[in-house]
T-cell receptor
Framework: NAGVTQTPKFRILKIGQSMTLQCAQD?????MYWYRQDPGMGLKLIYY???????DKGEVPNGYNVSRSTTEDFPLRLELAAPSQTSVYFC?????????????FGDGTRLSIL | DQQVKQNSPSLSVQEGRISILNCDYT??????FLWYKKYPAEGPTFLIS?????DKNEDGRFTVFLNKSAKHLSLHIVPSQPGDSAVYFC???????????????FGQGTTLQVKP
């Protein structure tokens, strides 16, 4: 039972490079989320999706793009990496968007932009 | 504008004693609160939650108390065990009726260390 799987676990990028963080879930959840966690801070919502083909911005969407072509996958793309995007990125999923059905998180991708 | 605050970055307690982690919020539209636990190099995992219609919810060694008038909640762990050493995040959401509906707003986290 894999749950939410994120790849890669670690990555170092140079300023201006681009990359895609992968997220896949096997629980058939409609709702998926991307968060970032900076040191000493809580998780902040970047983007979320309520189903295949439907995405919306969260609290900190600038510099990121997402797509949701299938229920299982929700990749996050950084087009022009900047040092401010150095962070730990978490993907999560839930069956509904109601908070009383808690989100399930992946183990994160630690990204450094140098 | 930090809507959910955990003002204690860290807490250290002796094994067997009580751990009390605190969380304050500012948005009166929040009506559902959750605690997540996070070990190093892992994602957060759901621990316990409480609806605003209750003032207490208990699950084994873990109890969450909610004081709506003070906009304050706390997580009690009794007795504390070394395996409880982790970062604990408080999160809040609005079940309905606001722009935050369904979205989780997290506090900064409190690192709990339980000493054997």
């Amino acid at each position: 039972n894999a749950g939410v799987t994120q790849t890669p676990k670690f990555r170092i990028l140079k300023i201006g490079q681009s990359m895609t963080l992968q997220c896949a879930q096997d629980m058939n959840h409609n709702y998926m989320y991307w968060y970032r966690q900076d040191p000493g801070m809580g998780l902040k919502l970047i983007y979320y999706s309520v189903g295949a083909g439907i995405t919306d911005k969260g609290e900190v969407p600038n510099g990121y793009n997402v797509s949701r072509s299938t229920t299982e996958d929700f990749p996050l793309r950084l087009e022009l990496a900047a040092p401010s995007q150095t962070s730990v990125y978490f993907c999560a999923s839930s069956p509904t968007m109601s908070a009383n059905q808690p989100q399930h998180f992946g183990d994160g991708t630690r990204l450094s932009i140098l | 504008d930090q809507q959910v605050k955990q003002n204690s970055p860290s807490l250290s307690v002796q094994e067997g004693r009580i751990s009390i982690l605190n969380c304050d919020y500012t948005n009166s539209m929040f009506d559902y609160f959750l605690w997540y636990k996070k070990y190093p190099a892992e994602g957060p995992t759901f621990l316990i939650s409480i609806s605003s219609i209750k003032d207490k919810n208990e699950d084994g060694r873990f109890t969450v108390f909610l004081n709506k008038s003070a906009k304050h909640l706390s997580l009690h762990i009794v007795p504390s065990q070394p395996g409880d050493s982790a970062v604990y995040f408080c999160a809040a959401s609005a079940l309905q009726g606001s722009s935050n509906t369904g979205k989780l707003i997290f506090g900064q986290g409190t690192t709990l260390q339980v000493k054997p």
